[in-house]
């Protein structure tokens, strides 16, 4: 299988750790955010990441239905029952409501990270052309403020965390890949973000990091 991700991007990383959890052999391409050419050529035209070619040679992009596709036989663990309602609208919580905060948070940071300055000023421009002209610097200035809104909706989760060591129990499913990934993002971006924004969360990175289905 071949995994086609930005190191940064929440929704790669996520489906990247159900590949890990369930220990299937992949290949992780990493995108150059300026040369989407292989990418192109293997959607017909679609350049967001994730995309999965699965061992069949399907290509199937969208993380939600990649997570879907890794959840049937092995990976129904993942989803386990009667738990799907709670853990998919959790999984589609993260990659909305938090994921809108997180990103904002880690934003100034990914569009440094980036090595050439074309991709550090494409990375601007396509969040400019969607979020406003100095989006990333007023994300950087305002970010006392989407710290405190990604704490709000964080906290339910951190309480969750300190009695289990996964969202809906032992073992992680779908809900945790999501909050995985998001953090993931965050410490790509620049490790001291985490910690900062709610220390628990590195506890639980590890956790799920380490984590193989048995
Ligand atoms: N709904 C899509 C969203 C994917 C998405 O927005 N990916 C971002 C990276 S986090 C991307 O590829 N953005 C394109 C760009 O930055 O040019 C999914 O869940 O796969």
Redesign the pocket.
């Known amino acids: 299988m071949k995994l086609y991700r930005?190191r940064?991007?929440?929704?790669?990383r996520k489906v990247q750790a159900l590949l890990d959890w369930l220990g299937l052999q992949y290949e992780a391409v990493e995108v150059p955010?300026a040369d989407r050419n292989e990418l192109a050529t293997l959607t017909g035209g679609y350049?967001?990441?994730?995309v999965l070619v699965t061992e069949s040679g399907a290509v199937i992009?969208?993380?939600?239905d990649?997570c879907e596709h890794l959840a049937q036989g092995r990976g129904a663990s993942l989803v386990p029952a009667p738990w799907e309602g709670p853990i998919w609208a959790y999984h589609d919580f993260v990659?909305g409501p938090l994921e809108d905060a997180l990103?904002r948070i880690g934003s100034p940071a990914v569009q440094q990270a980036w090595p050439t300055p074309g991709e550090r000023a494409?990375?601007t421009l396509?969040?400019e052309r969607k979020f406003g002209a100095g989006c990333v610097e007023a994300w950087l200035r305002e970010r006392d403020v989407l710290v405190a809104r990604a704490r709000k909706l964080l906290a339910p989760s951190l309480r969750t965390l300190t009695q289990r060591p996964f969202l809906f129990g032992d073992a992680p499913t779908v809900a945790d890949a999501a909050l995985l990934g998001n953090c993931l993002?965050l410490q790509e971006a620049d490790p001291s973000l985490l910690p900062s924004l709610a220390p628990e969360l590195v506890a639980f990175v590890e956790r799920a990091s380490a984590y193989r289905l048995a």
Do not use: G, H, Q, T
């Open positions: 930005f940064y991007s929440p929704y790669a955010y350049i967001y990441v994730p992009k969208e993380s939600r990649i990659d990103f494409l990375y396509v969040k993002m």
